[in-house]
Nanobody, 119 residues
């Protein structure tokens, strides 16, 4: 089992920046996918950015050029650097870890961290 602990959320003004962290523990050697998702009130959860074991990254169009996902394998941590934040970025942000193989498909979720962009 993988445990995910998120940190770094908070209140920020439009145009500001935040950096989210997600530290993984447990059966971390089998993780080959990590991603950040978000869910705003009244909306469905959506992918923000993800990164796979080969280092490839993917971003939804609305955050391209503003957000950067990265990982530090030594610390078992994935980050989401968020710049030029907009009110529409306000949501609960969730960290996701995937363990995908021929014989095992499993996902783990963090508890979520609130990001509020408000003036």
């Amino acid at each position: 089992q993988v445990q995910l602990v998120e940190s770094g959320g908070g209140l920020v003004q439009p145009g500001g920046s935040l950096k989210l962290s997600c530290a993984a523990s447990g059966s971390i050697l089998s993780i080959n996918y990590m991603g950040w998702y978000r869910q705003a009130p009244g909306k469905q959860r959506e992918l923000v950015a993800d990164i796979t074991s080969d280092g490839s990254t993917n971003y939804r169009d609305s955050v391209k050029g503003r957000f950067t996902i990265s990982r530090d394998n030594a610390k078992n941590t994935v980050y989401l650097q968020m710049n030029s934040l907009k009110p529409e970025d306000t949501a609960v942000y969730y960290c996701n870890a995937g363990q995908f193989s021929y014989f095992r498909h499993h996902v783990s979720w963090g508890q979520g961290t609130q990001v509020t962009v408000f003036s």
